[in-house]
């Protein structure tokens, strides 16, 4: 692979989009991944135009490009680990079009999550598959992760409000993939090959999604249980009673502890809390999917607390949840919070067994590790909690988190949830996906035969995730 030609960059996008400097650079190396790696330039095109001259210069001269929206992956899919050229989509921000009556909006990929919900928020409707990171992530980094949210139980995961897109491909043509109505039969969903492609097949330049209409009620609570067991046997029943929440978010003891440490919410100290959530446009309605989901998780030990239709009481309530990923580092001032082995999926009926291990698997391995997420969509949250100074707690995660995906790859599981594969996954995805390898392999040559984009991800990713690149931590110890 060849190095850019600065000065060739700067023709295309113009100097001042065209960051080389080692300072910029370093900041570009990274995501919240524990992945570092240094590119050789940033540029941030403002134009599809431009965009496809980059990929034509990027692709005739075999430099590496890797898409980037804000950076907030949790699996090193933006670590340049080729160097060569981060692509920053951000200046391309502009919400291109809100149809109301045809029930789509487009958009290009920089648009920031919350951003897109402000504007559309005046005509009563939301875009739904939101992340908790909601407030820095892109629409270009949600696709290409299939990125999913407290509200997917009920309102899916971005892939089921991706319409269509226009995509820039490795020799820099523009192509048009899905339509713009709700339904379409038209050959191969090659808009669904996007979703989840983590950069690797073409750039997004702008997406046409679905949004929905924006519900009267809201009313939600806090399920306090004396064990994680209990709640982990709620969450299936009433995902398999049918209810219809809106939400459905575990958060255990290590979570609730490192939440009343870094915020002071005073969290009641049980062994596990269900946040439960119910929507819609009439009030009996939500009563009842709230009734019902009250008394399957009493059924299992759980008590309903808190209940609330109001605004700000709602937002306090989840308040603990949304800023749970940073509280964790507070867990303890000799441990930070790692994104590893941190989103699995796996069938509800395995959920309170699941959350088990995790907490056993962790002590067996001198880490703590917490269970939560969004359990209503199947999604298990973890994070590793270690001295990242240590080699020992180093070594002691690299086996927690072997463990972790071969349990979850019994149980029939899944490596990733919503936070994509990247580089830290690579190795678990590779074992679960090996009769499908090929396939994968095969779809990138044909969007891709130079392998210029993100290469070296997912199926092409070192073997070994704590030796793949450096790391953002040094192990000193
Ligand atoms: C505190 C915190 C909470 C989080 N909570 C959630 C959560 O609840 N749910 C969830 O799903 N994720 C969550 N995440 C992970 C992350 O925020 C999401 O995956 C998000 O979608 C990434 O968006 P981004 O703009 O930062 O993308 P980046 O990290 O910049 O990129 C992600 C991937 O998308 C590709 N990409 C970006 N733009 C384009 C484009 N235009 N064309 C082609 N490929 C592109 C990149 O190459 C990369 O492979 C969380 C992260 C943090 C830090």
Not at 353 to 371: C, L, Q, S, Y
Request: aromatic letters at 6%.
């Amino acid at each position: 692979m060849s190095k850019p030609d600065i000065a060739r960059l700067q023709t295309i996008v113009g100097p001042e989009h065209v960051k080389h400097d080692p300072a910029d650079l370093y900041v570009y190396g990274s995501d919240s991944s524990v992945h570092r790696a240094m590119p050789d330039a940033v540029v941030r095109p403002g134009k599809v135009e431009e965009v496809q001259e980059l990929l034509r210069y990027a692709n005739e001269s075999r430099i590496p490009v890797v898409p980037r929206g804000s950076g907030s992956g949790m699996c090193g899919q933006v670590v340049p680990i080729q160097g060569g050229i981060v692509l920053d989509t951000k200046r391309m921000n502009r919400i291109l079009e809100i149809n109301l009556a045809d029930v789509y909006c487009r958009v290009e990929p920089g648009v920031i999550d919350d951003d897109l919900n402000k504007a559309l928020k005046p005509h009563g409707v939301f875009y739904p598959a939101t992340p908790a990171s909601s407030r820095i992530a892109t629409i270009g980094g949600e696709i290409a992760n299939n990125a999913s949210g407290v509200r997917s139980v009920k309102y899916g995961a971005t892939r089921e409000s991706v319409l269509g897109m226009k995509v820039v491909l490795a020799d820099g043509s523009l192509v048009t993939l899905g339509a713009r109505t709700r339904v379409e039969a038209s050959g191969y969903q090659l808009e669904r090959l996007f979703v989840g492609s983590e950069g690797t097949l073409g750039v997004l330049v702008e997406a046409t999604l679905s949004f929905v209409r924006i519900p009267k009620y809201r009313a939600m609570g806090m399920v306090l249980f004396d064990s994680l067991d209990d709640a982990g046997e709620a969450i299936a029943a009433v995902m398999g009673k049918g209810v219809a929440l809106s939400m459905l978010e575990l958060v255990d003891s290590v979570a609730i502890r490192a939440v009343n440490t870094a915020m002071d919410l005073g969290l009641p100290e049980v062994d596990a809390i269900l946040l439960v959530e119910a929507d819609g446009m009439v009030k009996e309605a939500v009563e009842y999917e709230v009734e019902a989901a009250r008394e399957l998780c009493e059924k299992h030990g759980g008590k309903l607390t808190q209940l609330s239709y109001d605004p700000a009481e709602r937002a306090r309530i989840f308040l603990g949840r949304k800023k749970l990923f940073p509280a964790l580092s507070k867990f303890s001032d000799t441990m930070v919070s790692t994104a590893l082995a941190d989103d699995m999926a796996v069938p509800y009926s395995r959920m309170a067994e699941t959350a088990r291990k995790i907490h056993e698997i962790a002590e067996r391995n001198g880490v703590v590790m917490t269970a939560y997420g969004h359990c209503g969509s199947g999604c298990m949250h973890t994070k590793i909690l270690m001295d990242t100074a240590s080699s020992e707690s180093w070594e002691g995660a690299q086996r927690a988190v072997a463990e972790i995906y071969e349990y979850v790859r019994s149980v029939g599981g899944t490596t990733s949830a919503e936070h994509g594969i990247g580089i830290s996954k690579a190795d678990a995805f590779k074992r679960e996906k090996a009769d499908s390898l090929d396939l994968m392999r095969a779809v990138k040559r044909a969007f891709d035969p130079n392998n210029i984009l993100n290469p070296q991800k997912l199926f092409d990713a070192p073997r070994g995730w704590l030796t793949a690149t450096d790391l953002r931590y040094v192990a000193s110890r």
